[in-house]
């Protein structure tokens, strides 16, 4: 059977007629080239931002099943105009609804995930000789209502469906070039890479790049779906992401990320017994709130309140807030703080692991800048400081130029085998 791939474009890459012709001459091309297709496209340019507001207008608190009716359309327009486009070009295409894609997912809505993809009506389609185009970032529930997955949603549709059809590659078009070592309008001498491993970008997604949804990284690696983040304006190879025991290079630090789309909750006069951090971030989960950093500080005395702060994305802060004010009531907590004007800079790589010196150096180097760090989190190959977010650009610079990430040549960890003794 000929080879099977996904072809994902981005909303930049839909926006205008223009665009959405050269998306359509791109998956002809692959399809001449002897391969079954199936395209993912995302919303053009900023309709999701567009339907957003135009909820927004309407209703301050807008009902999320009737969000999901909305916000799903965006999808359907740029895969109905490029099938147009496609079948111009002599050839047969068919654009299908998530839910016509069989993409099932639970129920919450705005941000639901994927549980089944039931891939019989796409593999008929390209068994009939047809590309297959399919409205990014949406499914049907399991209550049969239409869902989306949540902002940046297509990427995990296209690794859906580059897993259940055994796809060769799932390839992700997009307006930058690949992944970089930092974002190159902050850093113009950032540097494409070749490849990253999942552990890297996964940490990458989770910190702050947007060149891929986290979840739709999360599933490929679980699925074994190879990656390919590329450029729809030219042919050049982007950045490949693969199994840490499949790369080459093993560098020490593999890029800078951040993120100025956070905010801080400070919980001030906590009672400090068993079960209450328990208790808040119950609450939390529940609304659906994804918490990142935390910090719990001891009282200094025995039987004193404590204090717990963490960080959340931006867009969940209402909803935390709402969720903490019962938890507050019910617990004694003093106060509730809140500062959105924190930024996040992260660096990643997996040689770290093996390296001490990475944290002080990191923080020497914002230290040269006069940055001060707030709050510190780490896992094996990350170190993530919470700053002021106006501090954030001169952050990334200076790490990105200590740690010489503009380097074509690398700096790599010891080969395997090789430790120091
Ligand atoms: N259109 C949706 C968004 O802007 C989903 C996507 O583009 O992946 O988040
Ligand atoms: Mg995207």
Do not use: W
């Not at 399809?31 to 309407?58: F, N, P, Q």
């Not at 690794?159 to 796809?167: F, K, M």
């Not at 093993?250 to 328990?278: F, K, Q, Y």
Request: aromatic share 2%.
């Amino acid at each position: 059977m000929p080879d099977t791939i996904v072809m994902k474009f981005g909303g930049t890459s839909v926006a205008d007629a223009e665009r959405i012709k050269r998306a359509a001459s791109r998956i002809v091309k692959q399809r001449e080239a002897g391969r079954r297709v199936v395209a993912v496209l995302s919303a053009r340019g900023k309709t999701t931002d567009e339907l957003i507001a135009m909820a927004e207008e309407v209703s301050p608190r807008p009902d999320p099943r009737e969000m999901d009716m909305l916000l799903s359309t965006g999808e359907r327009i740029s895969c109905a105009l490029c099938a147009m486009a496609i079948n111009d070009l002599g050839h047969r295409a068919i654009s299908l609804t998530g839910s016509q894609a069989g993409i099932v997912t639970d129920t919450s809505h705005t941000k639901a995930r994927i549980i089944d993809v039931r891939a019989d009506r796409i593999r008929q389609a390209l068994d009939d000789d047809l590309i297959v185009l399919v409205a990014g970032f949406q499914g049907v529930s399991t209550s049969r209502d239409v869902t989306t997955l949540g902002r940046g949603g297509s990427d995990t549709t296209a690794v859906a469906l580059a897993a259940a059809i055994g796809a060769e590659v799932c390839e992700i078009y997009t307006d930058v070039a690949g992944v970089f070592s930092a974002d190159p309008r902050v850093v113009p001498t950032a540097r494409k890479l070749p490849q990253v491993s999942f552990e890297e970008m996964l940490e990458m997604a989770a910190s702050g790049a947007k060149v891929l949804q986290l979840r739709s990284v999360e599933y490929a690696r679980t699925h074994g779906v190879r990656l390919h983040c590329r450029s729809s304006f030219e042919e050049s190879p982007g950045t490949v992401v693969i199994g840490e025991d499949e790369t080459m290079e093993h560098p020490l630090i593999t890029a800078v990320t951040h993120s100025t789309e956070e905010a801080r909750i400070t919980l001030t006069g906590v009672p400090d017994r068993p079960g209450v951090a328990a208790a808040i971030f119950r609450a939390l989960a529940d609304a659906n709130c994804n918490v990142d950093t935390i910090i719990q500080n001891e009282p200094r005395e025995e039987g004193r309140d404590a204090e717990v702060s963490f960080t959340i994305a931006s867009e969940d802060l209402r909803a935390a807030e709402r969720a903490l004010e019962p938890i507050r009531a019910e617990l004694g907590i003093a106060a509730i703080d809140t500062d959105p004007e924190i930024g996040k800079v992260s660096i990643i790589g997996a040689g770290m692991r093996s390296h001490p010196g990475v944290a002080a150096q990191v923080f020497e180097t914002l230290a040269t800048r006069e940055i001060n760090i707030e709050m510190i989190s780490t896992s094996p190959i990350k170190i993530s400081c919470v700053i002021r977010s106006e501090a954030v650009p001169e952050a990334v610079q200076a790490l990105h130029e200590a740690f010489e990430l503009s380097l074509a040549e690398v700096q790599r960890e010891r080969p395997i085998g090789q430790e120091a003794r």
